[in-house]
């Protein structure tokens, strides 16, 4: 401890000089601390704030480009049946007859013999074999009542049917519009092209829808394109071919044509019409 004396003189004994000496080494180690952290602090102090600092830069506003829609490839449009037989469709398998394309009176092609004494196409009569024999090879029972017919007996099967309808009809007129429907024009069957049949089972011959029901009638419409022929004239239909559903008439078409037709559902008339 440091001893001041009264009487205002500032003695010193030598046994304080080390106390002394302590305090004034403190004071000035303090003084050194604070100096030093001045500097430390003003340089700190320059890095962060520097002497000029920079403008900041101009806010930049991005624009989006324009959004431009892919223009889509149009799908083409497939051409209806675009994979159609390649033919001549003016051949005389293909030869279309209805009230719009009718036969002229003395068209009689050259005919052969087939079964139940009925006569043919000589060039389609081999294939009409075959579809009755290959009936007949599932142990089916198969007549023909009627194929080739000339222009004379169709007259005579119209006018009888005409004649059923007078009563019934009222006119003459009104029962030939009626017996259309049934029995083809003379000159429009194609029975007298010869490349038609009616074909039923032996021991059903009635010739109404109900014939569709039988096993025949099944196993012809599901075969007949095998030996090229069409079901003529289908219940859907009536309208394009102006003839009654007859799950009894076949015509010959040939093989490619036949599985063309059945396959998309065409009748004779839509199909001639895809080549015109």
């Not at 051949?91 to 079964?115: F, G, H, R």
Request: charged fraction near 20%.
């Amino acid at each position: 401890m440091i001893n001041f004396p009264h009487n205002g003189r500032n003695i010193f004994r030598k046994a304080d000089y080390p106390v002394l000496k302590k305090v004034l080494m403190g004071v000035l180690l303090a003084l050194l601390l604070v100096v030093l952290g001045i500097v430390v602090y003003a340089r700190l102090y320059a890095q962060v704030l520097p002497e000029t600092l920079p403008s900041p830069s101009p806010e930049i506003t991005v624009t989006p480009s324009p959004t431009t829609t892919p223009t889509p490839t149009p799908t083409p449009t497939p051409e209806p049946y675009a994979d159609k037989p390649d033919i001549d469709i003016n051949s005389w398998e293909y030869t279309l007859v209805n009230t719009a394309s009718p036969l002229p009176k003395d068209y009689s092609p050259e005919i052969t013999a087939v079964a139940n004494s009925q006569y043919f196409d000589s060039r389609a009569a081999d294939a009409l074999n075959e579809f009755i024999a290959g009936a007949k090879a599932e142990g089916l029972t198969v007549y023909i009542t009627s194929a080739y017919r000339n222009y004379s007996t169709q007259e005579y099967l119209f006018n009888r049917k005409v004649s059923q309808y007078i009563a019934s009809e009222g006119s003459e007129e009104a029962a030939i519009e009626k017996a259309k429907t049934i029995v083809a024009y003379p000159g429009t069957s194609e029975h007298q092209l010869g490349l038609a049949c009616d074909i039923v089972d032996k021991y059903y011959q009635y010739m109404n829808e109900s014939i569709a029901d039988t096993q025949l009638s099944q196993w012809l419409a599901a075969h007949c394109t095998e030996y090229g022929f069409i079901l003529r004239y289908p219940k859907d239909k009536t309208d394009i071919t102006g003839v009654m559903y007859e799950p009894w008439h076949y015509r010959y078409v040939g093989k490619e044509a036949a599985v063309y037709i059945t396959n998309n559902g065409l009748t004779l008339e839509e199909f001639v019409a895809l080549y015109k």
